[in-house]
């Protein structure tokens, strides 16, 4: 079992930044691989970034995101980071942290089994 409490969304001018976190409970949360995903208002929650577990670590991200975002892991502090660089107000949504394993699709949220709540990152222009 695994909870996932997500940090550090706030108001931001465009062009700034945000750093993420999300802290997770549980002893092998080392085995899982972790993902952000966002969803604004009236659309699907979509695919942000994604690190691997431990000992193999990968990472990848969508495509709107290249170059501004990188996401980090520190398994001694049981921590998955998204560093946000020159935010865009199409930025603005709900970010989620989730964990699985196993999986194959790690861009689609049915993959994930564990959710956190979300922090909210608003972007004006």
């Known amino acids: 079992q695994v909870q996932l409490v997500e940090s550090g969304g706030g108001l931001v001018q465009a062009g700034g930044s945000l750093r993420l976190s999300c802290a997770a409970s549980g002893r092998t949360f080392g085995s899982y691989t972790t993902g952000w995903f966002r969803q604004a208002p009236g659309k699907e929650r979509e695919f942000v970034a994604v690190?691997?577990?431990?000992?193999?670590?990968?990472?990848d991200y969508a495509d709107s995101v290249k170059g501004r975002f990188t996401i980090s892991r520190d398994n001694a502090k049981n921590a998955v980071y998204l560093q946000m660089n020159s935010l865009k107000p199409e930025d603005t949504a709900l970010y989620y942290c989730?964990?699985?394993?196993?999986?194959?699709?790690?861009?689609?949220?049915?993959?994930?089994?564990?959710w956190g709540q979300g922090t909210q990152v608003t972007v004006s222009s």
């Open positions: 989730a964990a699985g394993r196993g999986g194959k699709d790690w861009g689609a949220p049915g993959t994930y089994a564990y």
């Open positions: 690190i691997t577990q431990s000992g193999g670590t990968s990472t």
